[in-house]
């Protein structure tokens, strides 16, 4: 199974480029071949995110190239600027007086995913898989000589409210958002709710969690195909080396941020 992934955390906000060709049909092959050519430029340079050319179903002459940068500056004052430019530019000159459009875009509030696809909380079953999840991961971890003391003294309702960050985390009801809080209100409640922050998690504790997780998982009869495997460990490999980090004596609670949101597939964003 594939499916499309939300970016789970919020990022640095970027600029897409839409660029809009009236090609006439003869010269359409050429046209795909120049852009097959010139994405070279694109991949390599450090200021595009992605891109993507489309292609109109209802009128076979129109073509929508679609480009995300880190920021309008960096690709007028960047990647324009850069050695690459000139490489790029030479194949898409011969097509600059079929360009309709071309202009930069902000994204605004109004977006969500459909449902084609399922959250990866639907696909594991629901709030009562991540309740089977978490009861077996803390009956295993309280009894693990390694684990035991970073777990030790839990508030009885630790079990349910991290059952209700993994649902959110996994595109369930926005329930711990609405009841506890945000990715910092978590990270900030861990010493009152005995968990590890402020402990001091080392690497052989941390990979013995990630361990357990995944007893647990099986345990729990979470799916085992390796789509929601690899997605599902994805986080848990992610989130327990940010619990390290948030661990130690002299670190600082992330700014107010949401509660990340997980999809099929891919980590958080790379931010250098």
């Not at 109004?110 to 999840?133: H, I, K």
């Not at 948030?246 to 670190?251: E, H, K, N, R």
Request: hydrophobic share 40%; aromatic share 12%; net charge negative.
């Amino acid at each position: 199974m594939t499916a499309p992934q939300t970016d789970p955390t919020p990022t640095k906000p970027t600029t897409v480029e839409y660029i809009r060709y009236r090609i006439p049909e003869d010269r359409s092959a050429e046209f795909l071949a120049a852009y097959s050519r010139a994405a070279r430029e694109l991949a390599a340079s450090p200021h595009c995110v992605d891109y993507e050319l489309a292609r109109c179903e209802e009128d076979f002459a129109h073509f929508v190239l679609r480009i995300t940068w880190t920021s309008t500056e960096d690709h007028l004052q960047g990647f324009r600027t850069s050695d690459l430019f000139p490489a790029f530019l030479a194949e898409i000159r011969p097509y600059v007086a079929n360009i309709d459009e071309m202009r930069h875009y902000k994204a605004t509030s109004v977006r969500g995913a459909g449902s084609a696809v399922p959250t990866l909380y639907e696909w594991a079953g629901g709030a009562e898989a991540f309740a089977r999840l978490t009861e077996a991961f803390y009956a295993k971890v309280l009894q693990d000589d390694l684990l035991a003391p970073v777990f030790a003294g839990l508030a009885p309702e630790h079990a349910e409210h991290v059952a209700l960050w993994l649902a959110e985390v996994f595109g369930g009801p926005q329930t711990y958002s609405a009841t506890q809080g945000g990715h910092s209100h978590m990270v900030a409640e861990l010493p009152q709710r005995g968990c590890p922050h402020g402990r001091d998690i080392t690497e052989p504790q941390r990979r013995r969690w990630v361990n357990l997780v995944q007893d647990a998982a099986d345990e729990a009869e979470l799916p085992a195909d390796p789509e929601f495997r690899s997605a599902f460990l994805a986080y848990v490999e992610w989130g327990t080396r940010l619990a390290v980090h948030f661990s130690g004596p002299d670190a600082k609670p992330p700014a107010e941020q949401p509660v990340p949101r997980w999809g099929w597939g891919a980590a958080p964003p790379y931010r250098g």
